[in-house]
């Protein structure tokens, strides 16, 4: 089992990002189970970044978004492409990020605890395989670290799918 203690918390959010990477690794290396390797990267991610309020994947099944593992609270089931920021992230295939879900036209509030989102696309060889989702209580949580680290793990994720 892998825990952060408190003795080695990262100071820098890169360096928080390099560790959750590792852990990631050596969580997914050498297992073949993709839904086994997203619900320990979603916990993973939940239990280890800092101020969210839900972590965990939505997989592009028939044309849709199809809630996958994750932490937190129960989430919407099924999202179109295109709807949402989950939707908006997957039909442009680019991560986005929302300082304010109040702000974003057509926001699905399947938690309205949640304040800020930052959702990365999951694409190989041009192919959508979904989306990696994560959920802040708090405004503005996300910056370019967090895009970059995000992203970075998505890679790793998508490895392993």
Known sequence: MITL????QPETKPELYSLLLAQARSLVEGEPDAIAN???????V???????NWSGFYLHKDGELVLGPFQGKPACIRIAIG????GTAAAQRATIV??????????IAC???SRSEIVVPLVRDGVLLGVLDVDSPSLDRFD??????????????????
């Open 46 to 52: 939940y239990h280890t970044l800092p101020d969210l």
């Open 83 to 86: 709807r949402g920021v989950c």
């Open 38 to 44: 997203l619900a320990n990267v979603a916990a993973l």
């Open 144 to 161: 370019n670290d967090d895009r970059e680290g995000l992203e970075r793990l998505a890679a790793l994720v998508i490895e392993h799918l």
């Open 5 to 8: 203690s408190t003795e080695s």
């Open 111 to 113: 938690d309205g605890d």
């Open 98 to 107: 929302v300082p304010n879900v109040d702000e974003f036209e057509g926001h």
